[in-house]
């Protein structure tokens, strides 16, 4: 297949959700450092949380050149170490946590990050980026095989499936992470082949298991009772916010919510604050730029000759529609809040960089999708459309 340009769209789509979630940031920034340091004592700067997010973005748009540079050839490679060396860091950080380790970032009941001194790093992201490349890889050469439906399929993916929800979901205390993990997996056994009898059983044996690590956790059952019963302080705080928005919003620092009474507003909540500051149309343009990125995903991994490729793409497009469908239906009351991040708009270094990365990665077999080639001949170098996506490449 002849290298072709990649999908510009997709590009700025990434760097125009940065730039909201960077100006969010810039917006509320002040007030999330006024109220840590009142309420912890701190000595936080108002600009502090802009600075560092500036640095997440670059650190971002350089994962995305990495990931777009960097061949996939060497990825395919390399997809079990970097999943183990997922599985690795994140064991070591369980391990360092109950060593009372100060290496071991542990907040709100969980470890999840590695403190590296003005940096944090959590594993969690780059076992779920070896994962989509692990279970494409997998899943691609069972299919070649005719091996989906044997124990040379079904071992290794669920083995591998289940240490990485066990890592994150019960010694991370992680569901919201969980999610996505989940929407992976079941994404790559969706496209596998496997009968959709034994699909719905597995899905039924996930839901049940959703269950269990719900009531086996007393914040998750009181977050779970509080949305039955419609009283979230977090989800009523998130939906005053984007009511008071209104149309038009309030204003670009005048966000009444982020001042205190909205939690993590910088972070999970980020959808509501942009709905307070920019309204229901600034909501309406986020919506549409993740819907077009997720267009521009399936796009690419519909024209995506090699199988394996294809099921990689299409593991990205599962990660990142997780992460959004999660958070935003949590901001509007119709799941409850399972601390899940909004990409690339979200404050934080690690799950950007990681999200990055991926869609870079995307990028980069977009210059590999099929093509047609209208009258003229291929040697001719003419008659190419203009269309990436325009379909197999054929001669007159």
């Known amino acids: 297949m ?82 183990f060396l997922g599985i690795l860091l994140c064991v070591l950080l369980a391990f360092l946590a109950v060593a009372g380790s100060g290496l071991a970032d542990c907040q709100l ?43 040379e399929f079904w071992l290794p993916f669920g083995i591998v499936s289940a240490v990485a929800l066990f890592l994150v979901v019960i010694l991370q205390k992680d569901l919201g992470t969980g ?12 496209m596998s082949g496997v009968s959709m009898k034994k699909f719905w059983l597995i899905l039924l044996v996930v839901i049940l298991a959703g269950v269990g690590a719900i009531a086996s956790s007393d914040h998750r059952k009181i977050r779970v009772a509080d949305w039955l019963a419609g009283n979230s302080y977090h989800v009523r705080n998130a939906e005053m916010a984007i009511g008071t928005g209104g149309m038009f919003g309030v204003g670009v620092g005048n966000s009444v919510q982020a001042a205190g009474y909205l939690p993590e507003s ?80 979200s404050y934080g270094g690690t799950s950007m960089m990681f999200v990055a990365g991926a869609l870079g990665l995307a990028g980069q077999l977009s210059c590999y999708t099929s093509r047609e080639v209208k009258n003229e001949s291929i040697s001719s170098g003419r008659g190419l459309r203009g269309t990436y996506y325009s379909g197999r490449r054929r001669s007159a």
């Open 266 to 345: 910088i972070n999970d909540s980020v959808f509501a604050v942009i709905g307070e500051m920019f309204g229901f149309l600034g909501l309406l343009l986020v919506l549409g730029c993740f819907v077009m990125l997720m267009f521009r995903l399936l796009k690419i991994s519909e024209h995506l000759p090699d199988q394996e490729e294809r099921l990689v793409v299409v593991g990205i497009f599962a990660w990142i529609l997780a992460h959004v469908v999660a958070n935003v239906a949590s901001m509007i009351s119709l799941m409850p809040v399972t601390g899940i991040t909004l990409p690339l708009l």
């Open 179 to 190: 999610v996505a993990f989940l929407a992976i997996i079941l994404t790559s056994l969706l």
């Open 2 to 83: 002849r290298k072709h340009k990649s999908d510009q769209v997709l590009t700025l789509l990434v760097l125009g959700l940065m730039v909201v979630g960077l100006i969010a940031i810039y917006a509320v920034g002040p007030m999330r450092a006024n109220l840590l340091n009142v309420t912890y004592g701190t000595n936080y700067s108002n600009d502090m949380f802009f600075w560092n997010q500036l640095r997440s973005v670059g650190m971002a748009i350089l994962a995305f050149w990495v990931g777009f540079k960097l061949p996939y050839v060497w990825l395919r490679k390399h997809s079990q170490k970097i999943m």
């Open 109 to 151: 009941g969980g470890c999840r990050w590695y403190n590296l001194g003005p940096i944090g790093f959590q594993p969690a992201e780059l076992m779920k980026f070896g994962l989509v490349l692990y279970l494409a890889q997998l899943v691609a050469v069972r299919r070649k095989e005719g091996k989906i439906e044997t124990r």
